[in-house]
């Protein structure tokens, strides 16, 4: 079974740009859950979705947004980019709503580099 | 206060002795623990969840619970090499259901 598919692995950006990163979950597994990792803060939730509706949603500004499709892939977009959205960006699929009900499965995450 | 805090390490321990990390986290109502383990440039993978106060072993892995001191622990018994990496607990929030990571334990193994 193919695992979280993340696009593309690295981006270099600079301020004032806006991105779009990509996540294909695992076949069948309809939640996606998107993290940001720095040094710094660690891995912070993003969103989630489920069945292409968002399920929660962590603290960070409106300049992050998401979507998911029926197909559960989910696209994430980042507008207005500052030099602090540099990070990993890792995306995580499982097979039910909410992380704790069964396991996240993580992708190799998107390596954003803003200029 | 951080929502789930552990030791950043590094934790070096030689090969064979056991190795334990610590996490304590504020929510007292969580009910869902997980341990992640994350190699240098990779992504996380789960190695351990319990639920339950008390211990859950795993192989080498031994997690454990107590929720009245809101602390939840590793323990990787015969450590290897192999075993270096960095290591974040994560708790489930009781009424937003979002996972938490703390900043995660670097440990490495001695040979």
């Known amino acids: 079974k193919a695992g979280v598919t993340q696009t593309p692995r690295y981006l270099i950006k600079t301020r004032g740009q806006q991105v779009t990163l990509s996540c294909s979950p695992i076949s069948g597994h309809r939640s996606v859950s998107w993290y940001q990792q720095t040094p710094g803060q660690g891995l912070q939730f993003l969103f989630e979705?489920?069945?292409?509706?968002?399920?929660n949603k962590g603290n960070f500004p409106g300049r992050f947004s998401g979507r998911q499709f029926s197909n559960s892939r989910s696209e994430m977009n980042v507008s207005t980019l500052e030099l602090g959205d540099s990070a990993l960006y890792l995306c995580?699929?499982?097979?039910?709503?909410?992380?704790?009900?069964?396991?996240?499965?993580f992708g190799n995450g998107t390596r954003l580099t803003v200029t | 206060q951080k929502e789930v805090e552990q030791n950043s390490g590094p934790l070096s321990v030689p090969e064979g002795a056991i190795a334990s990390l610590n996490c304590t986290y504020s929510d007292r109502g969580s009910q869902s623990f997980f341990w992640y383990r994350q190699y240098s440039g990779k992504s996380p993978e789960l190695i351990m969840f319990i639920y339950s106060n008390g211990d859950k072993e795993d192989g080498r892995f031994t997690a454990q619970l107590n929720k009245a001191s809101q602390y939840v622990s590793l323990l990787i018994r015969d450590s290897q090499p192999s075993d270096s990496a960095t290591y974040l607990c994560?708790?489930?929030?009781?009424?937003?259901?979002?996972?938490?990571f703390g900043a995660g334990t670097t440990v490495t193994v001695r040979a």
């Open positions: 994560a708790v489930i929030g009781s009424n937003d259901y979002k996972l938490s």
């Open positions: 979705y489920f069945s292409e509706t968002q399920r």
């Open positions: 995580a699929s499982s097979g039910t709503l909410g992380a704790g009900t069964s396991p996240l499965h």
